[in-house]
């Protein structure tokens, strides 16, 4: 079975730039989620999809970030402008279900905004 | 406002000895509980889990242990490898927000032959 993937592996921009991430999740897997990961501390979720719906955003920087998984299969990130603080790993995992089921993560994209 | 805490960032143990890894919740609606390890480059991979309603759970050479009442959690790994080397999180969830999970900072384990 192969796994969750993501790209690009590494994206360097300068800030006020946009960039997007793509994240393909293990086949049959309805459940989808974004972390960030700052270096040095845990990840932290952005962003729930249930098949093509939200289901939790709550974390979420909305007046930059936006994220869509069209036809509940794959899924962009899209940050837009970019911040120096934004600089991260960004994480996509996916489930077979919501409930207690478990994530599988991707390799991450490293972000570096200069 | 940290709601899963690993205090120790680094651990340092000897091959074929035991290491125990800590971790501090503050949510008293968690109630399944999750362990991830990470290498470098590579995403975190669940390692072992267990639910409130269990104060142990074990998996080959690794146990977690849950005490409620103090919230907190430990992962015991014997006998350490080399190859254990890498990043353990922790990570919380409560059953009603849908597998919502909520990591911890991590420790880093070095294994030394």
């Known amino acids: 079975e192969a796994g969750v993937a993501q790209s690009p592996r590494y994206k360097i921009i300068e800030k006020r730039q946009s960039v997007a991430f793509w994240c393909n999740p293990i086949s049959g897997h309805a459940t989808l989620y974004w972390y960030q990961q700052i270096l040095g501390q845990g990840p932290k979720l952005l962003i729930q999809?249930?098949?093509?719906?939200?289901?939790?955003d709550s974390q979420l920087p909305k007046d930059r970030f936006s994220a869509e998984r069209l036809k509940g299969v794959d899924s962009t990130l899209k940050i837009q402008p970019a911040k120096l603080e934004d600089s991260a790993v960004y994480l996509c995992?996916?489930?077979?279900?919501?409930?207690?089921?478990?994530?599988?993560f991707g390799p991450g994209t490293r972000l570096t905004v200069l | 406002d940290q709601q899963v805490k690993q205090n120790s960032p680094s651990l340092s143990v000897q091959e074929g000895r035991i290491s125990i890894l800590n971790c501090d919740y503050t949510?008293?609606?968690?109630?399944?509980f999750l362990w991830y390890k990470k290498y470098p480059a590579e995403g975190p991979t669940f390692l072992i889990s267990i639910s409130s309603i269990k104060d142990k759970n074990e998996d080959g050479r690794f146990t977690v242990f849950l005490n409620k009442s103090a919230k907190h959690l430990s992962l015991h790994i014997v006998p350490s490898q080399p190859g254990d080397s890498a990043v353990y999180f922790c990570?919380?969830?409560?059953?009603?927000?849908?597998?919502?999970?909520?990591f911890g900072g991590g420790t880093r384990v070095l294994v030394k032959p």
């Open positions: 990570a919380a969830s409560p059953k009603t927000a849908g597998n919502k999970l909520t």
């Open positions: 949510n008293s609606m968690f109630d399944y």
């Open positions: 999809f249930q098949n093509n719906g939200v289901v939790d």
């Open positions: 995992a996916s489930s077979r279900h919501r409930e207690t089921d478990t994530q599988y």
